[in-house]
């Protein structure tokens, strides 16, 4: 299953490496912000190998569209969710309309705003049934 996320990037955090029975391995976290005007969220993903390298060519504030996959799994009868990132490129792919809303977000027409970046729902199955609270 793959997903999208298209936000700003707001924080990246040290890189963290080591040895495993497979050979070396790396792995580094960032943080993307979500470029909805009314909620952004914070989204924290993570960038195995050689997607590592890929991340460096990017600074904080480069609006990002990260593709990735959710996976979770169970330990000690607790659960650990991970966001694997698996291509992370500019948003200019949008028609540049991603930056805008940060840039000039009065200047937007009203009927431009459901156009905003391709940003995942995670609520998809709520908004496509009722406006009711699921529970």
């Given at each position: 299953?793959?997903?999208?996320?298209?936000?700003?990037?707001?924080?990246?955090?040290?890189?963290?490496?080591?040895?495993?029975?497979?050979?070396?391995?790396?792995?580094?976290?960032?943080?993307?912000?979500?470029?909805?005007?009314?909620?952004?969220?914070?989204?924290?993903?993570?960038?195995?190998?050689?997607?590592?390298?890929?991340?460096?060519?990017?600074?904080?504030?480069?609006?990002?569209?990260?593709?990735?996959?959710?996976?979770?799994?169970e330990y000690n009868?607790?659960?650990?969710?991970?966001?694997?990132?698996f291509r992370i490129?500019?948003?200019?792919g949008d028609g540049?309309?991603?930056?805008?809303?940060?840039?000039?977000?009065?200047?937007?027409?009203?009927?431009?705003?459901?156009?905003?970046?391709?940003?995942?729902?995670?609520?998809?199955?709520?908004?496509?049934?009722?406006?009711?609270?699921?529970?």
């Amino acid at each position: 299953m793959a997903l999208e996320l298209v936000g700003k990037l707001i924080k990246v955090l040290p890189e963290v490496s080591g040895q495993s029975q497979k050979g070396p391995w790396s792995k580094q976290e960032f943080v993307i912000e979500t470029l909805d005007a009314s909620y952004p969220k914070k989204v924290c993903l993570t960038a195995w190998g050689d997607k590592v390298a890929d991340l460096k060519q990017y600074a904080n504030g480069d609006t990002l569209k990260a593709t990735f996959s959710a996976e979770s799994r169970e330990y000690n009868e607790r659960w650990y969710t991970e966001l694997r990132a698996f291509r992370i490129e500019l948003a200019e792919g949008d028609g540049g309309a991603a930056p805008a809303p940060r840039s000039a977000p009065a200047q937007q027409p009203r009927s431009a705003q459901p156009n905003q970046p391709a940003a995942v729902s995670f609520n998809s199955a709520f908004d496509e049934e009722s406006n009711d609270l699921p529970f």
